[in-house]
């Protein structure tokens, strides 16, 4: 069974603080060894241009160095590889249990066997297709660079 939740505000504006403190406490997660995470992105996502160049190479200088922690993985899937699928929502796989998909006006939360198999189903193709390791780390690197030069 899915779940709608909202998650939009009336006024995120007047909640800049208390967003820069949670995503703060998020990463922090990132630091505890007993947990492992996996973020597969797009090369579409990391290049687009959301912030300044300047703080677009430090994000994808960020990512990197997050990259070299020993229970973080980040991938990247290059836009010039094939892939039979199209990555239509975001979605987060928990654990063998619970995926959720984020959507512009909520979260849709996943508990079905069914839907959470066919989550991993997907995120395995994709990964198949994905940059990894070293190579997705230099790929961050690379981006950075040329954040970095367009500005000349």
Known sequence: MAT????????????????????????????????????LMTEQAIRWQRASRPVMAAQM???????????????????????RGTPMNIFVIYDDRLVTIELFSGEVVLRNPQDVDHHIALFDMFLGHALTGEASSDFLRQCAEEFMRDLD
């Open 4 to 39: 709608l939740t909202p998650t939009v505000g009336s006024s995120p504006a007047s909640d800049v603080a208390r967003v820069v403190q949670a995503r703060i406490e998020r990463q922090s997660v990132l630091d505890d060894p007993k947990r492992h995470f996996i973020f």
């Open 61 to 83: 200088l960020h990512m990197a160095a997050i990259a070299e922690k020993p229970n973080v993985e980040i991938s990247i899937i290059p836009q010039g590889i094939p892939v």
